[in-house]
């Protein structure tokens, strides 16, 4: 994944790291590279799962491409 200015998305400022880290949903636009070296626009959600407990154990991801 990269930045819409081409630059590394790292893996700490990736959906599933957010929200592991703060515990709540979190929507990001980013960019993936394909392997014929096109250029694609991705947007993604992360939920957190978290049991009774309250502690966050997981994350349920979507991602899907921006057409245009």
């Known amino acids: 994944p990269v930045r819409a200015d081409g630059s590394p998305l790292p ?3 990736s ?3 957010t929200v ?3 515990g709540e ?5 980013f960019h993936m590279r394909t392997i014929d070296g ?3 626009r991705v947007e993604g959600t992360a ?3 978290t049991p009774a ?4 154990v997981g994350s349920f991801s979507v ?3 921006i057409a245009g």
């Not at 949903?25 to 636009?29: E, Y």
């Not at 407990?53 to 966050?56: A, C, N, Y």
């Open 47 to 49: 939920i957190p799962l």
């Open 53 to 56: 407990s309250g502690h966050v």
């Open 15 to 17: 959906p599933f790291r």
């Open 38 to 40: 096109t250029l694609r």
């Open 20 to 22: 592991r880290d703060r």
């Open 63 to 65: 991602f899907w491409e």
């Open 11 to 13: 893996y700490d400022d």
């Open 25 to 29: 949903p979190v929507h990001q636009v």
